[in-house]
């Protein structure tokens, strides 16, 4: 149920026209940095997230226009009307606010509305919620905050702070913070995982760290592009860059300006500004921050300390591991990628940013740049604000399951659906302390167990070295899933568990209905430079050239193994030949992949598949530029495509391509075709379909030890025992 259903309907500011006149909208292509430099020093604006090199959108007047075409750069003008662009985005707005699908979240919110729904939270939760100032503003608003954790001593919790609207513009990072108030306040006490996490976290979130700002972007006579604060410099320019003023490498040149009409002026001295100090000074009373998200707009993307440089942060696997928790979170509400890694490799450094300020005092902290990737900017369609609030509500929750065990487990090539029944799949796994615990790293343990009741076995981890461990799960010989979780204890003598609270992972069991591993030549149907043998390493015009091994022994299958693929190509095909399916269920295509491919625009790698001899379906297509510099496993689920079939053929397309840019192609290795059973029951020692005598005595006649995987070892612990008994019992 949503917060408040009543909808307000505002008639959203319409700029008085003729205020953008003598300014265009143009695409600059800025060749170096002097141009990009003088550019920035006469104030010419960008709508890109921010201005840089090569080709970018940004405003023009007069001025911009004359010294460009004297320093000979090249721009073309998109929009000599903004009034009108921006009128026609109103009136998007002003119908998104009439349909009121969303509800609050159908159109952007004013700071005064912002500051209505955040009273009507705490009168609603004054339990949970409370409202507080953070601090005033150079033109006296007042800069409001909340703060959300559960009843009682709230001394000692961890802290988290996410804020939004460093900077006026971006719009969608004030709905965001919104959002996740109402889902946390509107989860206490429906929401089991919601009501623990507040029991021992307090959520602290500033929706608007820069109220003058953003008031001048809906201001009649005001600026939809401003970007800084309204500090008056007492000269023909305002404003400070808020996410400039940050005492960590303020002023330091990388994306700085210190000129007043610089949209990255960084103002007269660090923390000069009164909405950095408030903040800072929010941050500096908040002694168990851990972690903290900066929401800005946009590009999609979380970034990762440093921004002020390419130096490696303090615990960076574990920075990385939540940033990529965080980007795995939101990817799964909407398919939408948020790319996470670092300034410096996403998008550009940058000096006196408030989340490098946050880090070196020691929290976790990271910027999130909000929808959309690209075009249409800073103006995101209404419609798209609700799930851009779903998807970052969902990268906000990963942020506290992961800060609220204080051990941090990933897993550096993923979680496996399925593995071979009757044998052991091998998981790697890191594990490390997010905050001062000492592990016990013989503590690791497996607990698993076949099905979904009955007690877990208990097997050890091995500890390879530093904060690498390796799992062997076993996969039980009669198709039985194997759920299992993980445990390390620390020297405070705690135990620390993933997942979190009762939850489980689960595999699949696969068996093998053919598997070829290329070391002989299997003799598939080719056209064009498909062929088998040892790939050379050569090609790579573009992306990587070719492996020069497989992924196991010498030999792969790969589209001409002595280089590029050709230009102009057409469809050319690796065809297995025709595979016995029948009676095999979900079945799925594993196997190795080491390609190389230009994005599909141009040029397109492809899998299909058909069933009893009938029309190819594609099973998979690149969606993007694929540079892969190792082997990668990849599978693919086949039940949808082929239905009942009987029989499968597999193929492998490499093309079309266009007329330029070559790139190494398809090479493939360890193939294999795989049925996943859906159909066993637990405590079936003997796989026969029924739970019954035979099973005990299946369990008697092998009692004692079970050296790797055993049938009769129906709790997985290595030993065959009583527990194994009773399981069969449990489930007769
Ligand atoms: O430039 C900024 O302040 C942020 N981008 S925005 O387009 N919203 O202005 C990015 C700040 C973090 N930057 C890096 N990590 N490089
Ligand atoms: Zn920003």
Redesign the pocket.
Known sequence: MMLFSTITITIGAILSAGQYEGTSIVRAHIENQKQLNTLRELGARSL???DHKGSTPMLFDDSHIEFAEKMKIDFEVLETNIDSYILKYEQSREEARMRGLGGWYSDFKTWNEVNTRLNQVEQAYPNIASVFTVGVTHEGRNINGIRITAPGDSVGRKQVLWNGC??AR?WVAVMVPMYIIDALVEGWNVDSEITTILETTEIIIVPIVNPDGYEFTYAPNGDRFW?KNRRNNSGSCEGV?L??NWGFAWNGGD?TSTNTCSD?YVGPSAFSEPEAQAMRDLVVSLPNLVAHIDF????QLV?E?W?SSNNTPPRVDIVKALSNDISDAILSVHGETYAAG???DL????DG?F?DWVTDRGALSY?I?LRPTGSPGFDLPPNEILPTCEENLAGAMAMLRFIQNSVSFSFPNGVPGFGLAGEMQTLPINIEPVFEEVLLENTATLHVRYGSNGPFATRSIQHDSGTQYTAQIPISTCGVNSEYWISIESTDGETHRYPLGEEVLQVGVATEIQNWNMDTNPNWQTSGLWSWGTPTGGGGQYGNPDPTTGATGQYVFGYNLQGDYENNLAEKHLVTPTINVSNQQNIQLQFDRYLNVEQPSYDHASISVRGDGGAWSTLWTNTSVIEDSQWVSVSYDLSQTIGTANTVEIRWTMGTTDSAWRYSGWNIDDVQLLALSNTAIQGDVNCDGVVDVSDLLNIISNWGFCEGICGADTVPDGSINVSDLLQVIGNW
């Open positions: 890109d997230c921010f460093q900077h971006e970007r860059d996410n400039r994306s990255v800005h707009s946009y590009s970034l300390p921004a670092t300034g410096g998008l550009y450094l940058a940013v989340p910027t740049e």
